[in-house]
């Protein structure tokens, strides 16, 4: 079974890829996911906050900043709870390349075309075979529109593209009101790829401390739905775009339904976390039984029977499907 696949100049040997996690913090977790097989790993994001903050250390001019950045530094993040300090961070890329032959991929979390986003040429030279840019961001501020949002995101893809040579992939929330339109300006400002999609962490509120709690659940199989439209529209849409599922894939039944509706890769951290390294195994084995019994030869053979390619209007056939549904909740079986 051939499951072979490519992903951001990658040529990978199946589409189970080691999403960003806290994974790739342990040499011997790493090696344990090379030997269960695993395509490639993301590494866990290096924070813009964590890279300015350096930066604002190095110059050693932090007492001198007025009141207001110290009441907003009072809410940032402190270095302790940074997993890896940006050279840290470097470093760890270095000594999984000379560890294990899984190729890298590095990833950065911020959302302002600034100069922070010159560590992509550190985590190239590191070693990274591709990068992922993760703009997670709640566009909160009433005056500013959709629009800024956007260009600030595509100026940050702009921005990485002119100082890497390295492939890179932009990971993003669903909620952008008009998300066909925003992939393909990021595909015209040079992403080579999407990672659909980010997860919010939601805080909870404690009714009776009357405070904020703040957690992180690890995700569930019903998180993949929302990455299946999107893969089957966009993958339509945009030829020159590698697309990686993120949220919800667990089993070889998940990989299956990503790579039919177009994904060139999945990346799973939750099941691995739950599981254990050895799961990517399971997952694998599992990948290629699954599709012998499904009748295919190949990932490539599959990838796309299911996305929206031919569909002259996927938002008219989504609106029908939704008036269809609404109807099913009569019987949970499911005959719509
Ligand atoms: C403990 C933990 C740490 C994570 N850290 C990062 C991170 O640093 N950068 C990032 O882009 N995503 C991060 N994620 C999100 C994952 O990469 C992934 O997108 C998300 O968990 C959904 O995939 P899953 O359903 O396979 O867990 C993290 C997730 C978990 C559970």
Same mark, same amino acid.
């Given at each position: 079974?051939?499951?072979?696949? *490519?992903?951001?100049? @990658?040529?990978?040997?199946?589409?189970? %890829? %080691?999403?960003?996690?806290?994974?790739?913090?342990?040499?011997?977790?790493?090696?344990?996911?090379?030997? =269960?097989?695993?395509?490639?790993?993301?590494?866990?994001?290096?924070?813009?906050?964590?890279?300015?903050?350096?930066r604002?250390?190095?110059? &050693?001019?932090?007492?001198?900043?007025?009141?207001?950045?110290? +009441?907003?530094?009072?809410?940032?993040? !402190?270095?302790?709870?940074?997993r @890896? &300090?940006?050279? +840290?961070?470097?470093?760890?890329?270095?000594?999984?390349?000379?560890?294990?032959?899984?190729?890298?991929?590095?990833? @950065?979390?911020?959302?302002?075309p600034?100069?922070?986003?010159?560590? &992509?040429?550190s985590?190239?030279?590191?070693?990274?075979?591709?990068?992922?840019?993760?703009?997670?961001?709640?566009?909160?501020?009433? &005056?500013?529109?959709?629009?800024?949002?956007?260009?600030? *995101?595509?100026?940050?893809?702009?921005?990485?593209?002119?100082?890497?040579?390295?492939? /890179?992939?932009?990971?993003?929330?669903?909620?952008?009101? =008009?998300?066909?339109?925003?992939?393909?300006?990021?595909e015209?400002?040079?992403?080579?790829?999407?990672?659909?999609?980010?997860?919010?962490?939601?805080?909870?509120?404690d009714?009776? +401390?009357?405070? %904020?709690?703040?957690?992180?659940?690890?995700?569930?199989?019903? +998180?993949?739905?929302?990455?299946?439209?999107?893969?089957? /529209?966009?993958s339509?849409?945009?030829?020159?775009?590698?697309?990686?599922? *993120? $949220?919800?894939?667990? !089993?070889?039944?998940? %990989?299956?339904?990503?790579?039919?509706?177009?994904?060139?890769?999945?990346?799973?951290?939750?099941?691995?976390?739950?599981?254990?390294?050895?799961?990517?195994?399971?997952?694998?084995e $599992?990948?290629?039984?699954?599709?012998?019994?499904?009748?295919?030869?190949? /990932? =490539?053979?599959?990838?796309?029977?299911?996305?929206?390619?031919?569909?002259?209007?996927? $938002?008219?056939?989504?609106r029908?499907?939704?008036?269809?549904? @609404?109807?099913?909740?009569?019987?949970?079986?499911?005959?719509?």
């Amino acid at each position: 079974m051939d499951l072979s696949t *490519t992903y951001l100049g @990658l040529r990978l040997p199946h589409p189970i %890829v %080691v999403g960003a996690s806290p994974l790739c913090d342990d040499l011997d977790t790493v090696r344990r996911l090379e030997d =269960a097989g695993a395509a490639a790993i993301v590494m866990h994001s290096l924070f813009e906050e964590q890279i300015a903050r350096e930066r604002r250390r190095t110059a &050693a001019d932090l007492d001198a900043h007025v009141d207001a950045f110290a +009441e907003a530094s009072s809410f940032l993040p !402190q270095p302790a709870e940074f997993r @890896l &300090a940006p050279d +840290e961070y470097l470093e760890q890329i270095r000594r999984i390349r000379a560890a294990v032959a899984l190729p890298v991929i590095g990833s @950065l979390n911020g959302v302002t075309p600034a100069g922070w986003l010159d560590y &992509a040429r550190s985590i190239q030279d590191a070693g990274a075979s591709a990068l992922e840019l993760n703009t997670y961001y709640i566009a909160s501020d009433p &005056a500013e529109d959709s629009a800024s949002v956007e260009r600030r *995101t595509l100026e940050i893809v702009r921005m990485v593209k002119r100082a890497v040579t390295i492939p /890179i992939a932009v990971k993003l929330s669903p909620f952008f009101s =008009a998300f066909a339109h925003l992939a393909a300006a990021l595909e015209a400002a040079g992403a080579d790829g999407l990672v659909l999609f980010n997860r919010f962490y939601q805080p909870d509120i404690d009714i009776v +401390e009357l405070e %904020v709690r703040p957690h992180h659940h690890l995700s569930d199989p019903s +998180e993949l739905l929302l990455r299946l439209r999107w893969l089957a /529209i966009l993958s339509g849409q945009r030829r020159r775009l590698d697309l990686a599922a *993120t $949220g919800g894939v667990s !089993q070889a039944a998940d %990989v299956v339904k990503a790579v039919m509706a177009g994904a060139h890769a999945v990346q799973m951290v939750s099941a691995v976390l739950r599981h254990g390294p050895d799961h990517v195994r399971v997952v694998r084995e $599992g990948l290629a039984h699954l599709l012998g019994e499904l009748g295919y030869e190949s /990932i =490539a053979q599959m990838r796309g029977c299911m996305n929206l390619a031919r569909c002259p209007d996927p $938002g008219a056939l989504e609106r029908a499907n939704y008036v269809r549904v @609404l109807q099913s909740w009569r019987d949970p079986g499911g005959s719509a």
